[in-house]
């Protein structure tokens, strides 16, 4: 790490997320007994046990006829044909109580509870019924097949999820399943966030020459609003002092962290450094990386004494969804106490050549797909320019070209962080 005479430290990607990793620490609040509906994206704060085997009992997994699969042993002639006498029904939700013997069989539907005496299930499809019997050939039948083994989802008594899962679809089914109407959840995180700006417009302003309109709070709102936490807009803040100190006061008092965008780079005349110095402590950093060189991170100190972390992403859109993406996602996963998971990444070859100078990661838009011959390869969406939105709305991920690599030739394998889903 060096400090210049900006007081602007430089980092390397990895460096910078180091750092954040290190100043994210995990919420310990948690609410209790939160209804299921209430408890989608949310994040668990204990491990959930099953209470129960899921499923209770052994049962069918088809339409059909279940029977014991020692019967294969007692069909000896030649064109494996097995008959079995019909001895009753078992239908789901109806649990038929008597025991199937040898060269016996009950009717099943998909669900019911497999009868004693039996371990296989023969669809109904490949069965001839005459009268009380049935026919079939059981070649490419095998004992066990079609019968669900009680507990084979979950057994009674082991983890169904652990404490940091985030609560999916999935999940909320998986919880439903084991009869429980709710979880235990970490507190939401709190994040407020604001845009900074002179030549930053809000919906209706009177246009100004040189003024554009603030995109970045709207992306920053899709992004929070996608990894579940409690969201605090605060507006697009004017480049006064008193209504920066006002606004960083309100966002630290009512969050756990604040997002700003704009006004960190060096040079910047506007207040937003200085009342992030005078508010906390806070570094500002040069990362080797593009787009998203500079960034504040640091503490806010609440007048309690308490502190919120500060993020301080550039201004540029596309630099806010990278570093967002980079540096500030998983941060926020980790506080919100989620377990780590990093967005999925692919290698698929380059249909083009990039230009890369080693010394600094490189974040191109990427769109991948998959060629003819089944490889995946990834095209770059156009101009990469930091502030073109359009470029982030074509791809599906970031390529991510090392520090130390130079231009990329065609058919050469990248990395691809894939964002779909994420942003
Ligand atoms: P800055 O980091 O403040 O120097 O800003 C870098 C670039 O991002 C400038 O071209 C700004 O106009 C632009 N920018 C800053 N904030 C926003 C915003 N909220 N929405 C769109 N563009 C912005
Ligand atoms: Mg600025």
């Known amino acids: 790490m060096k400090t210049d005479s900006n007081a602007q430290i430089s980092l390397s990607i990895e460096q910078a997320f180091a750092h954040i990793q290190q100043l994210a620490a995990s919420i310990s609040d948690f609410e209790s007994d939160i209804a299921l509906h209430q408890a989608l994206g949310r994040v668990l704060a204990k491990d959930i046990i099953s209470p129960i085997s899921v499923p209770p009992?052994?049962?069918?997994?088809?339409?059909?006829?279940?029977f014991h699969s020692s019967a294969f042993s007692g069909c000896n002639d030649g064109d494996g044909v097995l008959e079995l006498t019909i001895i009753g029904k078992a239908l789901a939700g109806m649990v038929w109580r008597g025991t199937v013997g040898a060269n016996e069989c009950v009717q099943i539907t998909t669900g019911a509870v497999m009868p004693n005496g039996c371990d296989t299930v023969v669809p109904s499809e490949l069965v001839a019924v005459n009268g009380a019997s049935i026919r079939f050939v059981h070649k490419s039948l095998f004992a066990g097949d079609n019968r669900r083994k009680a507990g084979e989802d979950l057994m009674q008594g082991s983890v169904a999820l652990t404490r940091g899962s985030v609560i999916t679809p999935a999940a909320l089914g998986l919880i439903a399943s084991l009869g429980m109407p709710a979880a235990h959840v970490f507190k939401r995180l709190r994040v407020a966030y604001f845009s900074t700006g002179d030549e930053i417009l809000s919906f209706g302003d009177a246009p100004r020459e040189g003024a554009?309109?603030?995109?970045?709070?709207?992306?920053?709102?899709?992004?929070l609003t996608k990894l579940g936490v409690e969201i605090?807009?605060?507006g697009l803040v004017p480049d006064s002092k008193d209504a920066l100190e006002a606004t960083f006061y309100k966002a630290c008092s009512s969050a756990d962290v604040v997002i700003t965008s704009g006004g960190v780079s060096v040079g910047e005349a506007d207040h937003t450094k200085a009342m992030m110095r005078k508010m906390g402590d806070v570094e500002f950093w040069r990362i080797a990386m593009r787009p998203g060189r500079p960034m504040a991170v640091g503490t806010l100190k609440r007048t309690d004494g308490s502190k919120a972390v500060l993020f301080g992403l550039p201004g540029n859109p596309v630099a806010v969804m990278v570093t967002f993406l980079a540096l500030v996602r998983p941060a926020l996963q980790k506080m919100m106490g989620a377990n780590a998971k990093p967005l999925p990444m692919l290698q698929a070859k380059s249909l083009e050549i990039i230009r890369k100078k080693a010394g600094r990661t490189e974040y191109q838009r990427g769109i991948v797909s998959t060629n003819s011959n089944g490889e995946l390869v990834v095209a770059i969406t156009g101009n990469q320019g930091s502030g073109v939105l359009s470029s982030?709305?074509?791809?599906?991920?970031?390529?991510?070209?090392?520090?130390?690599r130079n231009d990329v030739a065609v058919g050469d394998v990248v990395n691809v962080m894939m964002f779909d889903g994420a942003i």
């Open 392 to 404: 982030m709305v074509r791809a599906n991920g970031l390529i991510i070209l090392a520090h130390e």
């Open 57 to 66: 009992h052994d049962n069918s997994a088809m339409d059909g006829y279940a």
């Open 232 to 234: 605090i807009d605060l």
């Open 212 to 223: 554009i309109y603030d995109s970045n709070r709207y992306t920053v709102f899709g992004m």
